[in-house]
């Protein structure tokens, strides 16, 4: 009887093959469902953290420009466009002379001159900042080393208004080419597939001991306009063909702008009526999808034509971003390899568009 009894006991403990199948099928079921789950929370995080850091990059890269711009006095227009104003613009004027660099592989987008602080070293002396924002640091009546004899008229106007004027120029460069591989040469990759750089020149640098060979004259505003800039001598060289040319290095401002490539939309739309683009893509410059005076729609201006010479500017801005990279780093590879790979639909989720508008700060003698 005792051995019936025990017989039974191990018969109700045991399991039998089929069970233990049964049970591993369905912890195998609840584990991957569970495990996706993990998985697709995982992916969402990530997309939506990109989508929230490039948001913040955007605005601040935005802010940036915005500041930038609200204090220009002057700001290039595009004569060359459809809808353009009939002033010579900063691919006439500025790029295609020579006057301001050309990086490969980039478009001008928008050139407008500025005021700027005289840099400290200019003052005689040593004064501190403290001393310069109070009135009470003093020029020198000479200018300095590196001025022609025929500048001593441009220091005293310096003198005088204590400020110099600058040139700014904003660029969208392409960071790869259409085989996937970074653009121009390269060897440092950035993150997206274009940014933009700046580009600052100003009569002289930091420490005051070099006259720029670029400004060989001040603009003057009240005579001439800054149209007429730069005056220059028939054998100046241009900046373009100048190595190691002080005051003039396009810096990067910021990363992860969208620049569309062959197999999606990429030509930016035309501006408002009463606009007309900053810039456009010279003749002289590869950038795939845009013929000669086209802006691509990742980053491009557009400048109100004043109806008369004393009237101020305003620009609106648009930039469109894109959070691929950072979200998604398998399909940006995939896109930069070959774009025709991604449809439009996959690209729009991660982009992010932001526009403003700003009204500069002055236009002086400006020819309607």
Avoid: H
Avoid at 36 to 45: E, K
Avoid at 142 to 166: M, Q, S
Avoid at 245 to 263: A, Y
């Amino acid at each position: 009887m005792g051995k019936l009894f025990r017989q039974s006991f191990k018969r109700v403990l045991g399991f039998t093959l089929i069970e233990l199948l049964v049970a591993a099928l369905m912890a195998s079921i609840f584990l991957a469902a569970t495990g996706g789950i993990v998985i697709q929370t995982m992916r969402v995080d990530r997309e939506e953290t990109g989508r929230t850091q490039v948001q913040a990059e955007l605005t601040q890269a935005m802010q940036y420009i915005q500041q930038d711009l609200a204090e220009a006095l002057y700001i290039y227009n595009d004569a060359e466009q459809p809808n353009g104003d009939g002033i010579p613009d900063l691919i006439e004027e500025l790029y295609d002379p020579g006057w301001i660099r050309r990086p490969a592989g980039s478009i001008p987008v928008v050139a407008f001159w500025k005021l700027s602080p005289i840099p400290q070293a200019c003052y005689a002396g040593d004064p501190t900042l403290q001393d310069i924002r109070e009135g009470r640091a003093i020029l020198p009546a000479n200018p300095p080393a590196g001025f022609l004899p025929n500048n001593v008229g441009d220091w005293e106007n310096i003198r005088r208004r204590r400020n110099i004027y600058t040139l700014v120029v904003y660029y969208l460069r392409r960071n790869y080419n259409n085989a996937g591989n970074l653009a121009d040469g390269s060897t440092t990759p950035w993150e997206g597939n274009a940014r933009i750089t700046r580009f600052e020149l100003q009569p002289f640098n930091e420490d005051c001991t070099a006259r720029s060979p670029f400004f060989v004259e001040d603009p003057d505003p009240f005579q001439a306009g800054f149209l007429s800039w730069p005056r220059v001598p028939d054998d100046q060289t241009p900046i373009a063909n100048q190595a190691g040319t002080t005051g003039g290095v396009p810096r990067s401002l910021v990363s992860n702008i969208f620049s569309s490539r062959q197999g999606s939309p990429q030509v930016a739309p035309a501006c408002p009526q009463g606009y007309a683009f900053g810039g456009g893509k010279p003749a002289s410059v590869t950038f795939s999808g845009l013929n000669t005076n086209e802006n691509d729609v990742g980053f491009y201006v557009c400048v109100r034509r004043s109806a008369a010479a004393n009237l101020p500017q305003d620009v609106i801005i648009n930039i469109t971003a894109t959070a691929m990279e950072r979200s998604n780093p398998g399909l940006f590879r995939r896109y930069i390899q070959d774009a025709t790979s991604v449809d439009a639909e996959q690209i729009s989720r991660y982009l992010t568009t932001m526009q403003t508008q700003v009204l500069s700060r002055g236009v002086f003698n400006r020819q309607a």
